[in-house]
Structures are given as C-alpha cells and as structure tokens.
C-alpha cells in the first residue's frame, strides 16, 4: 500500500462502525459492543444491514460444500430432542416468514427477494410456479422461478459445478413428449431463461424441467445426450 | 410438524453455501463443523430478527454464517495470542488476492472495489472472505495498526460514495 495525501476523507462514526462490523475486521470486544448496539438501536442495525447488502455478493466466492449428515442429526438433537420444541419455534409458524424462508418458499428464498420482486403477499395473483432441480446422484442443485408475466425462468445456482469443456442444458418435459431445450445454462449464480412461445406453455402446464451435462456448447443432437444431472417438477406457489 | 418440516428443507437447500463460509472462514473442519451447528441453532432461534430485516433471505442467512465464524475466530485468536500459534496468525493462509472471485460480477461492489487502489481492494476482499481482523491486516501490509484503520476507514469512504452514486 502506498502513502498518499493525507485529506482523503475517512468513514467516521457509527457508519465506519457498521461497516467494521460487516468487514469483520474489529477485535472481539468491538466486535461484542457492535453486535449489542444492533440489538438494541435500530438505525444502528439498519446501517449494519445497508453494508451487510451491499457487500452480499461478495460472498460468491464461497465454495458450497455440503455439510456431514452428522451434523443436521446434531442440530436435530439440540433443537428437538425434548418434546419440547426450542422456545422461539412457533415464530416458524408466522406467514410472513414462511413465505421469506421456509417451505416452498425456501425457492423463494433465494429467489423472489433475489430478484427483488415483492413478497408473494402483495403481489397480484399472477401465477408463478417454482422447481427445486436436484438429484440423489449428483450435487448439482439449482432453484428454477418461473414468472409467466415476464415469461422469464430465472434459476438460482445452488450448488454443483460443471467441467470447464462441458455445459448444463436445461429442457422441459411434459407428459410422454421427449425433452425439449430451454438452451445451454450460462454461468453464473443467476441466470435468467427467456423461452419462446410454444415452450411457454408447457412450463405454465407445470411441466418438469431437467438439466443435463452436454459438451460445451450444449447438445449437439437435440436431444440430452449426457446424463441428467437434476430434475424437479414445476409447482404454483 | 410444519415448522420442522420448513427447518429440514431450509437446511437441505443452504448447508453447503453456510459450510462454505464457515470452512473459509475457520480453515478447521472439525471446528467449521462445530461452527455450522451454533449457526442453526441460531437461525432457529432467531428467526424473528429476519423478520425486521431489510436483507434478502439468503444474504441474511451467509451474514449470520458469517458473523459467527469471524466471532468464534476472534475470540480463539485472543485466547491464542502469545502462544506458539502466533506465527501461524502472522501467516494467514494463501493471499487473499489471490482468491478467485466467482459469480455475480456485474454486482455493483464489484465495480466500486475497482475504482480503489489494488492492493485496497484486496484487503477489503479479504477482510470479508476469510475475516482478517486490523491487526492481521497491519501484520501483513507491514504497516501499523492505526495506518491500516485510516486506509480502510478511507477506502470504505470511497466505497460507500461509489455505492450511493
């Protein structure tokens, strides 16, 4: 780092505080005094939140990897060991937060805030149907939205990786009929599918939709000729 | 029971993304383990706080993730300090420039920690990925700890006029 003038203007106050905080880079004590102050001032912990939003994606360049089933059975036997559920339990059971985090909603989770769209509950009834594609064989799982108003599938990357030479193509599949491409899937942890007309109205019939791993460029032939490496069914919400 | 039931697909659904942090963040497994379990329980708990919270689901559960790792390697590292360890603080682990930065490019931070000096970018980078604290930061710039605040502290001042724009 070089010296340069000394009038650069600093952050100062609660700002740089809050901003400290999100970075992570205060000592322990700081760090405790900051985590109270959010507690207990709200344009405090809104500052926290306006620098933990914007840093977000930053976060990107974390590497899923997928946990060791033995630590959901001790997270299961910390919360619901006794038949006593955790005290705050019942707050699961607000509406609003089943929407934001939970149940079907866990797509919405990453996707209809995501996207910045409003909550469900104050949106007009315009259907939206959603698939969570995954697969027991493989770790690649993404979470498909798709808003017939905008006629637009946004995907949402959760987790698995293709080859540098190959590629994901996604298809849909209704009843019998053999998989129609949706086109290759661009990179990326967002990525929105524009279908044409004809493919618009199998996915508002809720068809399935797939992915396949193909070489890059996506399948040559048309048809998937790699394996599936997730699949999931289209559902209103 | 329908909440547990909701808690089960949350978990499906984020584990890896909130491991991932908590790996980066702790470097031990045993201990990121450790980590993603509290970070759980905590969702559970704190569900409420979501509530009040302007952030999008998962931005608000990576922050959770990522608050109690960099609390959990705090608090070790003051424990640590003075012990042999310390030479292992003085070396953290591979560059923090030289971390890949995957996805969402076209994000807005991304283009404003272009605007600041590299080496200022990258220590921003770093402090959030791995959770770096001053003093780390201090020992590997070689500067003194309240050189490396004003830096930072200028750097964010840059930042959020770039943000705000």
């Keep these: 780092m070089t010296p340069t003038d000394h009038h650069e203007p600093e952050l100062g106050g609660d700002e740089a505080l809050a901003a400290e905080y999100v970075l992570g880079v205060l000592p322990a004590s700081e760090r405790q005094e900051a985590a109270r102050r959010i507690e207990t001032d709200v344009d405090f912990a809104r500052l926290v939140d306006r620098w933990e939003d914007s840093f977000s994606p930053l976060a990107a360049a974390y590497v899923p990897v997928e946990a060791p089933a033995a630590v959901k059975q001790a997270i299961d036997r910390r919360l619901f060991a006794s038949s006593k559920t955790a005290p705050r339990a019942s707050l699961w059971n607000s509406l609003a937060l089943w929407r934001g985090l939970a149940a079907a909603a866990v797509v919405a989770l990453a996707l209809v805030t995501a996207w910045n769209m409003q909550p469900p509950a104050e949106e007009p009834a315009a259907p939206r149907l959603v698939a969570s594609l995954e697969s027991d064989e493989t770790d690649v799982r993404y979470l498909a939205f798709y808003d017939e108003t905008a006629q637009t599938i946004h995907l949402s990357h959760v987790a698995g990786a293709r080859a540098p030479d190959q590629d994901f193509e996604l298809w849909v599949i209704e009843g019998d009929e053999p998989p129609a491409s949706l086109g290759v899937i661009a990179t990326g942890e967002r990525v929105d599918v524009h279908p044409e007309e004809t493919l618009r109205t199998k996915l508002s019939a809720g068809a399935v939709l797939a992915v396949s791993l193909e070489p890059g460029g996506g399948s040559p032939t048309g048809q998937p000729t790699g394996p599936v490496v997730a699949v999931g069914d289209l559902r209103s919400i | ?165």
């Design chain 2, 1 to 165: 029971m329908r909440d547990r039931a909701a808690f089960d697909l949350l978990y499906r659904q984020t584990n890896a993304k909130l491991f991932g942090v908590c790996l980066r963040v702790l470097t031990d497994r045993a201990e990121a383990e450790e980590a993603l379990q509290e970070v759980y329980v905590k969702i559970w708990t704190k569900a409420d706080r979501y509530a009040v919270s302007d952030l999008s689901p998962i931005s608000w559960l990576v922050a959770v993730a990522r608050n109690h790792a960099i609390d959990r390697i705090r608090t070790r590292r003051v424990k640590q300090t003075g012990l042999d360890e310390a030479a292992e603080i003085a070396d953290p682990t591979p560059g923090p420039e030289a971390l890949a930065v995957a996805g969402d490019e076209g994000a807005r931070v991304h283009h404003c920690l272009e605007e600041l000096e590299a080496d200022r970018a990258a220590a921003v980078r770093g402090a959030y990925l791995v959770g770096e604290s001053y003093a780390e930061l201090a020992e590997r710039h070689g500067v003194p700890l309240n050189t490396m605040r004003t830096w930072l502290r200028r750097s964010l001042m840059k930042l959020k006029d770039c943000l705000e724009r």
